[in-house]
Nanobody
Framework: QVQLVESGGGLVQAGGSLRLSCAASGIIFNINAMGWYRQAPGAQRELVADITSGGSTNYVPSVKGRFTISRDNAKNTVDLQMNSLKPEDTAVYYC?????????WGKGTLVTVSS
């Protein structure tokens, strides 16, 4: 089992920045992809960004140029630096990890961007 704990959410004004962090524990060897999803009220959960163990990244178009995902394989952490935040970025952000084809999820952290 992989346990994921997120931190760093909160309330920020439009144009501001937040950094989300996620720490993995448990059976953490051979974790392939790690990343972040988000779910806004009344919307489906969507991928925000992910990163493989080799460092390849993928972003949803709406956050490209504003968000940066990074990963520390030694510390088993994945971070999401969010800049130029917009009200439409308001959502619960979930950390995830994929290991041997199975997905693991954190409990989520709320990000609220005020206009």
């Amino acid at each position: 089992q992989v346990q994921l704990v997120e931190s760093g959410g909160g309330l920020v004004q439009a144009g501001g920045s937040l950094r989300l962090s996620c720490a993995a524990s448990g059976i953490i060897f051979n974790i392939n992809a790690m990343g972040w999803y988000r779910q806004a009220p009344g919307a489906q959960r969507e991928l925000v960004a992910d990163i493989t163990s080799g460092g390849s990244t993928n972003y949803v178009p709406s956050v490209k140029g504003r968000f940066t995902i990074s990963r520390d394989n030694a510390k088993n952490t994945v971070d999401l630096q969010m800049n130029s935040l917009k009200p439409e970025d308001t959502a619960v952000y979930y950390c995830y990890a994929q290991r041997f084809g199975r997905d693991y999820w954190g409990k989520g952290t709320l990000v609220t961007v005020s206009s």
